[in-house]
């Protein structure tokens, strides 16, 4: 069954994490190997250190790619819960570090400190391949349920219970409607300045340009939030009410945190920009649900709420 672009590619980076980390356990173990074998293949300690120093530079490297994978929103739980992907990953740089510390262990040391170390980075290798084997079941399964998929029924326009509402009815049903349309030009924008600056060999946008557009976009979507917040809801509704704005504010917060996010110093890849964006998108879309689901509240109880003409 066909993913969203998001989790396609989710999936395709987890996949190739495994065979990064498969690479890393060979060359772990083949430097240790060939240290213990160094009397008849001449191995100096100088160039064991080197390649072990550099293999921890890698798995410190492996760590962060994983840590900052973007990840659909739906699945930052497994992705990032106890004896997940990242837990994993983060618990072979220690071991890593140990058998880099039992090399450098002064002789006579046998090596027991490191060949136990490696022993546990092998294991702790092998779990985070099983982890990974787990998440992707966890797509396969349940990929429809969770939205992931390119299947999933396309929404239609709401369909209302045919009454005509009350001038304040009205008022608050267009305001609610004109919310939608205002976000549908900020979910364009905040979108096309992240990808023009995701492609910047191409576009040739500056950082300077980049920053004041996010700027004006978590400017307007603060505005938006307070605008939100401050349509007159008619009294009969006002429990229902409450949904608009609830869903209204992680809009804001979360194109402030894009903002946040580009201004994050080199060499930060970027991916706290892009799971940001993600969170954007995602609260917009529970906005715009929330506000289907208020004015279809709205019709339906009308006649009886006292918001009918």
Known sequence: MPLIPLAESYVMAMVGTQATLEHLARQ??????????????????SEAESTLTATLEDVIAFRDSVRY???????RGIHGEPGGPI???????????????GLR?????????RQEALSHFNATAREYIQSVE????????????????????VPTTTTYALVELSEEGT?????????????????????????AWDNRTETAVSFSETEAAL????????????QVQNHPVPRPVRGLGESPPREAAPVAEKAAAVLAGLRIPAPNPGFERLAALDDFNAAVERFNSSVEHVIA????HAPTSGLAR
């Open 28 to 45: 772990m173990n083949a430097i240790n190997q060939e240290w213990d074998r160094r009397t008849d293949n001449g191995l100096s300690y």
């Open 69 to 75: 994978q973007r990840v659909p929103p739906v699945l």
């Open 87 to 101: 837990h994993h990953a983060g618990a072979l740089i220690p071991l890593a570090e140990a058998v880099l510390a």
């Open 105 to 113: 262990i002064p002789a006579p040391n046998e090596g027991s400190e």
């Open 134 to 153: 787990h998440v992707l079941k966890h797509i396969a399964r349940n990929a429809e349920a969770l939205h992931l998929t390119t299947n999933n029924p």
């Open 171 to 195: 008022a608050y049903v267009e305001g609610l409607t004109e919310f939608k349309v205002s976000l549908e030009s900020l979910v364009a924008d905040i979108n096309a300045v992240n990808e």
């Open 215 to 226: 700027e004006q976009i978590a400017g307007l979507a603060q505005e938006f939030y307070e």
């Open 297 to 300: 509240e709205v019709h339906t």
